[in-house]
């Protein structure tokens, strides 16, 4: 069996358009799709999530950023 990789963005999800293959008018062959696997959008998406979630905790929007370093500096004293 040939097997020939193509990489192409998807710009519409109702159409995948392939063009410039190296088959031959009227050959038979097989498609299979496959998602690439891209850890850093997944974990980017994790974290962005994480934020929107902590941000829409109650009272999150009043702590002042002066507050959030001394909270950070008390945690490197180890207090």
Do not use: C
Not at 23 to 38: H, M, S
Not at 63 to 78: P, T
């Amino acid at each position: 069996m040939n097997v020939y990789k193509k990489y192409i963005t998807i710009t519409d999800p109702k159409q995948v358009i392939l063009f410039d293959l190296p088959f031959q008018a009227g050959q038979r062959v097989e498609i299979i799709i496959l998602a690439e696997e891209n850890p850093r959008a997944s974990i980017s998406k994790k974290l962005i999530d994480l934020f929107d979630k902590t941000q829409s905790i109650p009272g999150v929007q009043d702590i002042s950023k002066a507050e959030i370093a001394a909270e950070i500096e008390a945690y490197r004293r180890g207090e």
